[in-house]
């Protein structure tokens, strides 16, 4: 049975930093683009940063990029999240997912990227920034 369990989230205040993590079992962690996303609020989930299989590539969202940075480490089949420069808009449950159609993250604002391809959702951790 295939199997995410994120955590590390907390209460941060702005500016602050925190690194998730994305624990991944019954499934070979290398063999799929791993996506990032949130959902706060009132807010339908969106994604924000993505791991390719195929050749370690990234991408990430505007509202994140530069700011936060997706790695995977395959001995520990888990993908970590590093958040820097945290802000109050951050504030959200986090999951992490495997695309189950491609190896390359498809682009977030790309044409070929959806949603539904992911799959294998966690229960998502809370991260609230706020002082």
């Known amino acids: 049975q295939v199997q995410f369990v994120e955590s590390g989230g907390a209460l941060v205040q702005p500016g602050g930093s925190l690194s998730l993590s994305c624990a991944a079992s019954g499934l070979t962690l290398g063999d799929y683009a791993i996506g990032w996303f949130r959902q706060a609020p009132g807010k339908e989930r969106e994604g924000i940063a993505c791991?390719?299989?195929?050749?370690?590539?990234?991408d990430y969202v505007d509202s994140v990029r530069g700011r936060f940075t997706i790695s995977r480490d395959k001995a520990k089949s888990t993908v970590y999240l590093h958040m820097n420069s945290l802000r109050p808009e951050d504030t959200a449950v986090y999951s992490c997912a495997a695309d189950l159609i491609h190896r390359k993250c498809a682009a977030f604002a790309g044409p070929i990227y959806r949603i539904y391809d992911y799959s294998y959702w966690g229960q998502g951790t809370q991260v609230t920034v706020s002082s």
């Open positions: 791991t390719s299989a195929s050749d370690g590539s990234t």
